[in-house]
């Protein structure tokens, strides 16, 4: 069963500008991992927020997170050609890792 | 260099002709999993495994098989395929335990005619 739907399902926009992806999810979680995957490859980390953090840094990445709502956003700050990829948010109800569930995804192109 | 590895990386083949995908991972890791990805639907987990013989269904289970004998590898078994097992197959692996990212093989793109 999906957990986390990705919304928009496919982002363009101009290099150098922000772009925001949001996921929503159902049921209760122990924390929320974002990941990119270049076409056809596999899957990259890229950052993972605690069901208790409401927001996270990594670089050029920003990632909030509203259990009331069951939804999480990733931002991409002064986006770049390569950062085109498809985004997957994934949710972990227990925290062990063995129940990851992933979204369908969105996938962003970074127009040069 | 830490890594999962797939073999093969591509896969024609025909419906009922068993196969084996293999995984393999350089890291010392207790967790491992398959997924498979399809247009729309995302990554599915098919089944995992938290140790050595230990091994569980994921979301997606029907039409595979896996086993679990050593640590560093978790084949992919289809015993007998069908073309709605046309896919992409990713192994993952991590750390066993909470707030642990996965790391993910390369892929392996399958297509049973």
């Known amino acids: 069963s999906q957990q986390g739907e990705e919304d928009p399902q496919a982002l363009s926009i101009q290099e150098g500008e922000n772009a925001t992806m949001n996921c929503s999810y159902k049921?209760?979680?122990?924390?929320l991992q974002w990941y990119r995957q270049n076409s056809g490859r596999g899957l990259v980390h890229l950052i993972l927020?605690?069901?208790?953090?409401r927001e996270k840094h990594s670089g050029r990445l920003r990632v909030t997170l509203d259990t009331s709502k069951k939804s999480s956003s990733l931002l991409i700050t002064a986006s770049r050609a390569a950062d085109t990829a498809s985004y997957f948010c994934?949710?972990?109800?227990?925290?062990?890792?063995?129940?990851?569930?992933f979204g369908t995804g969105t996938r962003l192109t970074i127009i040069p | 260099e830490a890594q999962v590895t797939q073999n093969p990386r591509y896969l024609i083949t025909v419906t009922g002709k068993k196969l084996t995908v293999t995984c393999s991972q350089n890291?010392?890791?207790?967790?491992m999993s398959w997924y498979r990805q399809d247009p729309g639907l995302g990554l599915r987990q098919i089944y995992y495994?938290?140790?050595?013989?230990?091994?569980d269904k994921g979301d997606v289970p029907e039409g595979y098989k896996v086993s679990r004998k050593e640590k560093r590898n978790f084949p992919l078994i289809l015993e007998s395929p069908s073309p709605n097992q046309t896919s992409l197959y990713f192994c993952?692996?991590?750390?066993?335990?909470?707030?642990?990212?996965?790391?993910f093989g390369p892929g392996t793109r399958l297509t049973v005619l």
């Open positions: 994934a949710t972990d109800p227990k925290g062990g890792n063995e129940k990851l569930t």
């Open positions: 495994s938290m140790n050595v013989e230990v091994t």
């Open positions: 927020i605690r069901s208790n953090e």
């Open positions: 049921t209760s979680i122990n924390n």
């Open positions: 890291m010392n890791h207790e967790y």
């Open positions: 993952a692996s991590t750390v066993w335990g909470a707030y642990n990212e996965q790391f």
